[in-house]
């Protein structure tokens, strides 16, 4: 069983920057892979981007130069770095994990956090 705590979120101007974390609990944290998803209002939930244990890292188009993620096996935490931001980053974020593939497949994440609101102001 895998638990996630996501923190960070926040209200920023456009063009500010924000930074998420997102805490696991279990002994095999550096086996999984760690995604980011967002859902604004109104709108399904997005893959936002994803990184396994080797490192490998997938992005979605419409964060792509503006977000990093990185992970620290160390403190079992992923982080979600986000520059640049714009209005349509509005959305609250959820962090997510699985033992599988890497993927941008929702469906294919076993376990979520709560997530945390993230709104840029224009």
């Given at each position: 069983?895998v ?19 997102c ?35 997938y ?41 599988g ?22």
């Amino acid at each position: 069983q895998v638990q996630l705590v996501e923190s960070g979120g926040g209200l920023v101007q456009a063009g500010g920057s924000l930074s998420l974390s997102c805490a696991a609990s279990g002994r095999t944290f550096e086996s999984y892979v760690m995604a980011w998803f967002r859902q604004a209002p109104g709108k399904e939930r997005e893959f936002v981007a994803a990184i396994n244990w080797g490192g490998t890292l997938y992005y979605a188009d419409s964060v792509k130069g503006r977000f990093t993620i990185s992970r620290d096996n160390n403190e079992n935490t992923v982080y979600l770095q986000m520059n640049s931001l714009k209005p349509e980053d509005t959305a609250v974020y959820y962090c997510a994990a699985d033992p599988g593939v890497l993927t941008t497949l929702e469906f294919r994440y076993q376990y979520w956090g709560q997530g945390t609101q993230v709104t840029v102001s224009s």
